[in-house]
């Protein structure tokens, strides 16, 4: 959200009188339904692709790839990696709703780059309980690629694992590399 689309707005309560961010888009989805039409399609995606991307801010990922409403399912995360929700999601998507190609993007300059594990120790540190989940924190975003590749087609739970693929979005270019999935 930039302060040109949405002007000088305060992150959480605000003082009284101010607009949040959450006020903001409250007030823009109520006038988004007010011209919204139905657009009587069903759950299932009429591509039969499920992508699973970085939540990273800078990827407008339907446009990156020429997608319209209804082509496909879309999971995010930080880092865009494969984890146990991931798979889950994937899980249904293929199982229940008809998916059967796969594609991870992951991303240059993601933030999970400049993280470690150690952040979990920190978390606890500060609020006395362990993160139940793994940061998935990398160095090497390729081969980070390549290992979401593995466990998606190595899932016991997903019946479609002959089109899985995984790029890496370049941020600066708007580019997809595409990775071997061998070292």
Request: glycine share 10%; proline share 5%; aromatic share 4%.
């Amino acid at each position: 959200m930039s302060t040109s689309t949405y002007g000088s707005l305060q992150p959480g309560g605000g003082t009284p009188g101010e607009q949040t961010v959450t006020d903001r888009l409250v007030e823009s989805n109520r006038k988004y339904a007010a011209g919204f039409t139905d657009p009587g399609m069903g759950a299932r995606p009429v591509l039969q692709v499920a992508v699973v991307a970085c939540m990273d801010a800078r990827i407008d990922l339907h446009a990156a790839l020429g997608l319209e409403l209804g082509d496909c399912h879309t999971i995010r995360n930080a880092g865009g990696v494969v984890t146990d929700d991931t798979v889950r999601s994937l899980t249904i998507s293929q199982r229940a709703l008809g998916t059967r190609s796969v594609v991870l993007i992951h991303h240059t300059g993601c933030g999970l780059q400049t993280l470690t594990e150690g952040f979990r120790h920190e978390l606890e540190m500060e609020v006395g309980q362990r993160p139940a989940w793994a940061v998935e924190a990398f160095q090497d975003v390729d081969q980070d690629v390549r290992q979401s590749m593995r466990r998606v087609r190595t899932s016991p739970f997903l019946p479609h694992t002959d089109d899985v693929r995984g790029f890496v979005f370049d941020v600066a270019t708007g580019l997809l590399r595409e990775i071997d999935p061998r070292p």
